[in-house]
């Protein structure tokens, strides 16, 4: 079960599992959880009240059928009375018609509710948890809040349609005919109304069983699709390193619990419905062999015991059929609690609720002043430790230092994806805790180490950066970023599917790819991360020019392992266990023989001549 932070009595952080409770599961409530739906149902006013016209003409319809049952039995069978049995049959055709229209109309727009419903709490869903902050993801498993998107949303679609639709159609039903069995004869109604908690009871007590096991068995289900969804999404690694069995007997086993946990769910249901079937129905035996000795004794016509049976069935089937969707019910409100705990969740970081505007036109500033900071997973480990720089506009800063030094926390923050534990990041001028966090990443554009492509097509990945773009711009920003040189070669150009993650594309493509989206976004402050480290000397060449088109008149900010990639930087920061020891250019930090210059003999003793041969292939192309 995925994880999350929570602030324990000393301010201090501890786990705390997604669900929101100690054991990774939330304290059992009834129906709850379904109060989350009211403010959907709301909105579709009209179609409720339609629907509720619908059900009730349906139950009406079928009550009057044993009022005429009734007067047939006790006036109709009689030759001299054969124009009144016409009569009688010629209304319950009628009956029967509206009966059918009322509830294919009540079925139709249940239905459609319930359709309508689940596709509002999805979208809902889905934005709230797209806009949780990245402490969130640090730890939740995107298999899970799939799962949740899916498969609950599923079980409160069967619920709150086909379930809903079938409860409120015997809830009326049952409490029309319940009215009806008094109104027809007290005594025997004295008798059923003696029975019901025998009934009922039980119901209860399985009802609550019932959901509890069903909330086990979609959290079992929801932990078998992460990690199939982790591996799918894996499968060249899997494949690889040859661990198909082994994966496939992790997923057989995950796959196991979960149908476990779901026939524990139905063995519930079903001695659920047969306990409520069994005293449903023996009760109405018991009434109708009672009913049976006041007709010999001449205290009830047959008419009205038969009035008194048909009421009495169907105020049992009613129950019966409502104690088959209280099972389907209970597992919806568990569904629903899962689906609550990501609607309802707060990002840890949001926009003030005055945010402060960022200046026109933007400049491309940015400051770091006395920043800390520690991942909210790792407790007081700090990630860093009081940093401070700027950076002018227009100017290019390298960041540079050993794995684990801090670099890629500096973009985390500067892109608000954290707030830093201590001290202030501004963006020409504005403090980004004071300023809403989409206004600031509009000013920023990225070129990750690890780019992400989209399952699309390459015009639809670049136009990520800049959705709304014309084709124009797309090819334009294309051929700045040396796209164009492989895309005149794919069967359908721009138009050609790459794949999930892009696999189709190598990874100098993918880098390319990446570029050109930030060219497309054309934001003043450029953040590069390792953008060219993964890939061979050639593709890196055309990756560099490319980035070197796009750092024109940008405030640009490298981070790189390889240092000749930074040569030619305004400055260079170096950075080693969350702190900035270093600064200066590659000369003069060449002559302070600090870390910097370690790091600079380590790799230019070994890569110079390789790393000169580069610079001048690119000086080449750049003439």
Known sequence: MARRKAPNEAGAETAQPVDGSANGRRPRQKLGPLRMLAPYVARYRVHVVLALIA?????????????????????????????????????????????????????????????????????????????????????????????????????????????????????????????????????????????????????????????????????????????????????RTLQAFTNEELADARFRAAVEE??????????????????????????????????????????????????????????????????QVWGEVQAAAGAAERLADLRDREPSVRAPEAPEALPEPPRGEVA???????????????????????????????????????????????????DPTDGTIRVDGVAIDRADPRAVRRRIAVVPQDTVIFAGTVADNIAYGRPGASDDEIRAAAVAAHVEEFVTAMPEGYRTMVGERGVTLSGGQRQRIAIARAILRDAPILLLDEATSALDAESETVV???????????????????????????RILVMEEGRIVEEGTHHSLIETGGLYARLARLQFDTDEGTLAERRAAREVSAR
């Open 368 to 418: 770091f002043a006395h920043v800390s900071f520690a991942y909210p997973t790792r407790g007081d480990d700090r990630a860093l430790h009081d940093v401070s720089f700027s950076v002018a506009p227009g100017e290019t800063v390298a960041i540079v230092g050993p794995s684990g030094a801090g670099k890629s926390t500096l973009f985390h923050l500067l892109l608000r994806h954290y």
């Open 544 to 570: 560099q020019m490319a980035l070197d088109d796009l750092m024109q008149e940008r405030t640009t900010l490298v981070i790189a392992h390889r240092l000749a990639t930074v040569l030619n930087a305004d």
């Open 55 to 235: 059900l009730v003409t349906a139950a009406g319809a079928t009550l009057a059928v044993p009022q005429a049952v009734r007067r047939m039995i006790d006036f109709g069978f009689d030759s001299e009375n054969t124009a009144l049995v016409n009569q009688y049959f010629g209304m319950l055709i009628i009956v029967v018609l509206v009966l059918a229209a009322a509830s294919a109309s009540r079925y139709y727009l249940v239905t459609w509710l319930g359709e309508r419903i689940v596709a509002d709490v999805r979208a809902d869903v889905f934005r709230r948890v797209i806009g949780l902050s990245a402490d969130f993801f640090d730890t939740a498993q995107s298999g899970e809040v799939v799962s949740r998107l899916t498969a609950d949303t599923t079980q409160i679609k069967a619920a709150v349609g086909a379930s809903a639709s079938i409860a409120l159609r015997n809830l009326v039903l049952g409490i029309g005919a319940a009215t009806l069995m008094v109104v027809t004869s007290p005594r025997l109604s004295m008798m059923v109304l003696i029975v019901i908690p025998v009934i009922v009871l039980p119901l209860v007590g399985f009802g609550r069983a019932v959901r509890k096991r069903q909330r086990d068995a979609q959290d079992t289900l929801a932990d078998a699709t992460a990690f199939a969804s982790e591996n799918i999404g894996a499968v």
């Open 258 to 323: 979960s149908f476990d946990a779901a026939r524990g769910t139905t063995k519930m249901r079903a001695t659920l419905t047969f306990v409520a079937l069994f005293l449903v129905f023996a009760s109405v035996v018991a009434v109708l062999w009672y009913g049976a000795h006041d007709v010999l004794a001449g205290r009830m016509t047959p008419g009205t015991l038969g009035q008194f049976v048909l009421y009495a069935v169907f105020a049992a089937g009613a129950l019966g059929e409502l104690s």
